[in-house]
């Protein structure tokens, strides 16, 4: 039996009278890497932004349900959202580094949370930067402008800014579409080590990719979750019609 | 093939395009004759005694300084008024206010506040600032009238409402240009609002409402209807200078309940007003190429200062 | 509200009567800091807002008490009792004589006799600028011409009013022989300079804002540039460049130093161009500073001042929505 970190029971959000998401339960692995799979306009993007309520940030989002992340419902009114998004890191689609040099773009986090040791900054950038298999590319060039990296360079440092406040979950949307298939590799390669210490919720459209790197599968289609079982189930044996189609290309 | 090799003959758009390029030809022509005469009559009266002294002989002879020294004082309390209040409200605006209807009307309502003419906001300066605040303040004081006439700090007060909507209409641009993705990413790192603002989006849109600022002075510095009536004067001997003193110490300070000389002014009343207008011709160039080469300064870092900031962005 | 809870059975589910570790770290935190903060900008929004609401108010309380001590039909005519006893219905702006004359109409002329050409020549000039800077000076000339046009647009209005009394005025009393050497014609000449520069720049923006596609698509049905402008590139730009002569109206009904300085300032009715005339805010300009506070003049100077206020809102609003409209039609 696996330890649940996150247990979503009956969630509906709203954009303005638009229903994106419909009646969702789910129960998250801790440490495992759980893939959201399904067309695009589904609701993925959406419902990671709900685990650590980023939906807040835009006007007239409507929910209704509730989220537990180790049985505490985060949306509930004694909950402080920057305390939340300080324990769940996010990775987003394009890279979103700061136009600040490398090495202010990993510490970002700490400064906010009132860290000024310089050593202690200066540790935790090396620490992340090896845990994003960064260090040796960008050890030299650590004051550099963080935009002058590659894209694959700038995805991983994406990565690192966010384990460099020690989440204990990271939501990753889609990290490697924009990249080529080399970087696409490194990350992977990235998530499976992360896994260890992290929970791991990571949407992509690519279904080799969360074959890949998943332990669990989610596959929504027009905002419901349609089928969750382990990846190994979904991608061989789903029980669900929808599913298969998708799984076997044979979609739409 | 033959057709090919033949050139197509458009003769209607040769001609019109010969006279789109005729029309902008003729205009750079007209202008810089116009920037020339200025250039060149001006020229040949500046000289730091020009910049610095006072008219003499019923203003045939002497200098500007009183004038330059006014809009530099009128200007500078503008902004004191106006910077703050427009970029913390662009600001409030943009980054806390829900986008509701009537956050959209106040928006719409900024914008078109800055087509208003301005002499009707000369208007509301000596209906709102002078005859309401102004004597308020002189009855609650008893100090007699004080505040309840033209001066310098409703000029002033005045051009930062007018100047209200360019600096924050230039703010809020600003503001909109920090990619969302910027805040995303500092919100998901476990940012508050403020750490956001202060981290994230103001250091990146600073060269967007320091343009602002400038244009917002330079807009400021040029005007002249709406201070006609609010304490511009043709001449004054004195300063509007008051020393302030704390114990022994004292230094000279703005007085904002003075009148003031103003350069757009002193232009204007020279040209039309003065006893002989030809007389002061020499003097009217002068202080034309001076306004003419403060506000193409100003303009010229504005715009050099958003190239910057647009060719920032468009790294991104 | 809180939905029921579901049962996926073989995944333990924890147990929430336990405060876990991970829930203390989430708690509330009160950021006062944060707190005044958003008050501080949310004060200074405020005010803004108050200054804004303020001027509107004031200048139509000012405004309205006009409509109290002078009445409506007043600015517009004065039945005047001649000395034979018949009645003469005079249209004049005369608010200092013994018996006040307030009719709007020569200064809504006037204002006309300057606004209206100054617009059409600027319309002219403006929208040949902006095609010449959208579609045929080459980029590299554009990227210098461009910052130009801004840098002409903030010359203070006083130095162009400067300008035609010092320069033009002369030039074209010897050139045309006017009836008065400071005329409607030489206010609008001036305005042209002001006007000229905004439609220029909003037309150079309306046709930039095409899609690229579009020309190509021309081009490559083998029309000239100069068909491509003509039955493309214009039609799809058509909105903003209406916007733009629009707000260059607005603009040139509310400008007054230069008006103030070359119309000649006679409030003649009048459809010569040729003669003096005097603007709405000419008149605010030139006499503002002489009435004294709560006289029917004041007021009457307060009522122009909401004719000006209202008509340019008007338009800056018109233009607005057809700027926006364009907006939502281009993007594709
Ligand atoms: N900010 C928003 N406002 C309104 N509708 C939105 C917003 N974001 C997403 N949507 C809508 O919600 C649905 C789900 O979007 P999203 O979660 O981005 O899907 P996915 O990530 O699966 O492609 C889509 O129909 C989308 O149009
Ligand atoms: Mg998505």
Redesign the pocket.
């Known amino acids: 039996m696996k330890e649940v970190k996150i247990s979503v029971n009956n969630f509906d959000l709203y ?2 009278e ?1 229903q ?1 998401l419909k009646n969702i339960s789910i129960e998250i692995p801790a440490k495992k890497v759980t893939a959201f799979i ?10 990671l932004r709900v685990l650590n309520r980023m939906n807040d940030l ?1 006007d ?1 989002v409507k929910i209704q349900g509730e989220v537990l992340i180790e049985g505490v419902n985060i949306y509930d009114k004694q909950i402080d959202v920057v305390n939340l998004r300080k324990r769940i890191g996010m990775v987003f689609q394009k890279s979103n580094l700061f136009p600040k040099t490398i090495y202010e773009n990993l510490i970002y986090g700490l400064k906010i949370n009132g860290i000024r040791d310089k050593k202690v900054l200066d540790e935790t950038a090396e620490k992340t930067l090896k845990q994003a298999a960064l260090w040796n590319e960008v050890y030299d060039r650590l004051h550099e402008p963080a935009l002058s990296l590659s894209g694959g360079q700038q995805q991983r440092l994406c990565i690192a800014r966010a384990l460099a406040v020690e989440p204990e979950i990271v939501l990753m ?1 889609e990290p490697a579409s924009a990249l080529d298939p080399l970087s696409t590799a490194k990350i992977e390669e990235l998530i499976h080590e992360l896994k260890t210490k992290y929970t791991i919720v990571i ?1 992509t459209h690519n279904m080799q990719q969360a074959a890949r790197v998943s332990d669990q599968t989610a596959f ?1 289609y027009l ?1 419901e979750l349609i089928e969750y079982d382990k990846t190994s189930k979904i991608f061989t044996n789903p029980t669900k019609k929808q599913t298969e189609d998708y799984v076997t290309g044979r979609f739409g | 093939m033959e057709q090919l090799k033949q050139k197509h003959k458009d003769v209607q758009g040769i001609i019109f395009i010969n006279l789109i390029r005729l029309l902008f030809l003729v205009l750079v022509i007209i202008l810089l004759l116009l920037l020339g005469k200025i250039v060149v009559e001006g020229s040949g009266i500046l000289s730091l005694e020009f910049v610095f002294d006072s008219p003499r002989n019923n203003m045939t002879k002497g200098g500007i300084g009183p004038a330059i020294f006014g809009t530099i004082a009128v200007t500078f309390i503008m902004i004191l008024f106006a910077v703050p209040l427009g970029v913390f409200s662009a600001i409030y605006l943009n980054e806390y206010a829900k986008d509701t209807f009537f956050t959209r009307v106040i928006r719409t309502s900024i914008n078109n506040l800055a087509g208003v003419p301005s002499i009707v906001f000369g208007l509301f300066g000596l209906g709102f600032f002078i005859l309401f605040i102004g004597r308020n303040i002189d009855d609650v004081l008893e100090t007699g009238l004080l505040f309840g006439q033209p001066a310098l700090l409703w000029a002033s007060a005045t051009l930062a409402v007018l100047v209200l909507p360019i600096v924050i209409v230039s703010t809020l641009e600003a503001l909109n240009s920090v990619p969302k993705t910027h805040r995303d990413a500092s919100y998901g790192l476990g940012a508050t609002k403020w750490q956001t603002i202060k981290h994230v989006v103001l250091p990146q849109a600073r060269p967007g409402i320091l343009t602002g600022t400038i244009l917002a002075i330079s807009r400021g510095a040029g005007e002249t209807a709406p201070i006609l009536f609010l304490g511009a004067a043709f001449f004054l001997p004195n300063l509007p200078v008051v020393d302030l003193c704390i114990g022994d110490y004292c230094i000279p300070m703005i007085n904002p309940t003075e009148q003031f000389m103003y350069l757009a002014y002193h232009i204007f009343i020279l040209a039309t007003q003065s006893s002989n207008p030809t007389k002061t011709l020499p003097i009217q160039y002068g202080s034309t190429l001076v306004l003419i080469a403060l506000t193409f300064l100003l303009n010229i870092t504005a715009i050099l200062f958003r190239y910057r900031f647009r060719k920032i962005l468009g790294r991104l | 509200m809180i939905a029921e809870q579901s049962h996926i059975t073989d995944i333990k589910t924890p147990d929430r009567s336990q405060e876990s570790s991970f829930g203390k770290k989430i708690k509330k935190s009160i950021r006062i800091k944060e707190r005044i903060i958003k008050y501080f900008f949310a004060v200074n929004g405020a005010m803004a807002l108050v200054f804004i609401i303020l001027i509107f108010v004031f200048l139509f309380k000012e405004g309205f008490k006009a409509l109290e001590h002078i009445g409506f039909l007043d600015f517009i005519y004065l039945d005047q009792v001649q000395a034979d006893g018949s009645v003469k219905r005079v249209y004049e702006w005369y608010p200092t004589s013994a018996e006040a004359r307030y009719s709007l109409v020569p200064l809504i002329l006037g204002t006309l006799l300057t606004a209206i050409p100054g617009t059409i020549i600027s319309t002219i000039f403006g929208v040949a600028a902006g095609i010449y800077l959208s579609e045929v000076a080459n980029p590299k000339l554009k990227e210098f011409l461009k910052p130009m046009i801004e840098l002409f647009a903030g010359i203070p209005t006083v130095v162009l009013g400067f300008i035609m009394l010092a320069v033009g005025a002369s030039f074209f009393n010897d050139l045309l022989n006017p009836v008065n050497r400071l005329n409607a014609f030489i206010a609008s000449l001036g305005l042209s300079f002001v006007i000229i520069p905004i439609i220029a720049s909003l037309t150079e923006d309306a046709l930039h804002s095409i899609p690229n596609d579009l020309r190509m698509a021309s081009y490559g049905l083998g029309a000239t540039k100069w068909q491509t402008i003509r039955h493309v590139i214009l039609p799809a730009a058509f909105s903003g460049v209406s916007a733009s002569i629009i707000l260059g109206f607005g603009r040139a009904i509310g400008e007054t130093m230069i008006v103030l300085m070359a119309s000649g300032n006679a409030a003649n009715i009048t459809a010569n161009i040729f003669e003096s005339v005097r603007t709405m805010t000419a008149t605010i300009a030139a006499e503002m500073g002489e009435v004294s506070q709560g006289s029917d003049h004041y007021y009457a100077l307060f009522f122009i001042g909401i004719v000006l206020f209202t008509i340019t809102f008007f338009l800056n609003l018109i233009a607005e929505i057809v700027i926006s409209k364009m907006r939502k039609k281009n993007t594709f």
Not at chain 1, 38 to 45: A, D, E, F, R, V
């Open positions: 954009y303005g638009k994106a399904g067309p695009s306009g589904c609701g993925k993007s959406t419902f835009i007239h949307d949407v929504f905002g």
